[in-house]
């Protein structure tokens, strides 16, 4: 079955600190990974979209890497602001000939505190 | 900077009642998409649409659900009779292209759907 699971489910870190979130996926086959933003009540933000030969994608203070072999992924979100308090989404696209479809990971709820 | 809009922002319906859920997608965009996020779940995949016809769907979109273009512009969701589980938050997204060649779906803020 076609799955993303991520880790942990929340966090709590301080301002000005890094964290790391995981994503771990059974899709396949595999297109692109992509990271989400998603503000509480609000649509989901693109991060970053990573295809299979990509190991790692910056955007800004966000960093997302690729392991396709063992089917994980990771964000690496550096010197932490109050405003990165989000849920932070793994979505995984299938490679479908022109699907559509991304399955979801179920987020990881991160709240950065003073 | 182009977005993805959704009206209304929040609907209260009553059970078994009709809805129809609006969405403009950035213009140029050609693939639109509907999803859906039960309160402290996951988002979930509905349907995807081009080139006027729905070009994939999920089990959740059922017989009661359909979707339109209208007109150049918009795209809606309608849901015919609906259920207390209906209720939840529904995202309109739209690409450039599918999301399997990497391209990236822009969502819009979501309308809120309330059945009681």
């Known amino acids: 079955k076609n799955q993303v699971e991520q880790s942990p489910q929340s966090l709590i870190i301080l301002e000005g600190k890094n964290c790391t979130l995981q994503?771990?996926?059974?899709?396949?086959?595999?297109?692109?990974l992509r990271w989400y933003k998603q503000d509480t009540g609000r649509g989901p933000v693109s991060l970053t979209i990573?295809?299979?030969?990509?190991n790692t994608k910056s955007n800004g203070r966000y960093t997302a890497t690729l392991d396709a072999d063992t089917k994980q992924s990771s964000l690496h979100i550096t010197a932490s602001q109050l405003s990165d308090s989000a849920s932070y989404i793994c979505?995984?696209?299938?490679?479908?000939?022109?699907?559509?479809?991304?399955?979801f990971g179920t987020g990881t709820q991160l709240k950065v505190e003073l | 900077e182009p977005e993805v809009t959704q009206t209304p922002s929040h609907q209260v319906t009553q059970m078994g009642q009709e809805v129809i859920l609006r969405c403009v997608p950035i213009?140029?965009?050609?693939?639109f998409y509907w999803y859906r996020q039960i309160l402290g779940q996951k988002v979930e995949f509905l349907v995807s649409?081009?080139?006027?016809?729905?070009?994939?769907k999920s089990e959740i979109f059922d017989d009661q659900f359909s979707v339109e273009r209208p007109d150049g512009s918009n795209f809606t969701l309608k849901i015919r009779s609906t259920k207390l589980e209906d209720s939840a938050m529904y995202f309109c997204?739209?690409?450039?292209?599918?999301?399997?060649?990497?391209?990236?779906?822009?969502f819009g803020p979501g309308t809120r759907l309330t059945v009681l």
């Open positions: 997204a739209s690409s450039e292209r599918p999301p399997d060649r990497g391209n990236e779906q822009f």
């Open positions: 994503c771990n996926y059974t899709v396949s086959p595999f297109s692109n």
């Open positions: 990573m295809t299979f030969s990509e």
């Open positions: 979505v995984v696209s299938k490679l479908t000939g022109g699907g559509n479809k991304l399955t």
């Open positions: 213009s140029n965009h050609l693939y």
């Open positions: 649409f081009y080139n006027n016809e729905i070009s994939e």
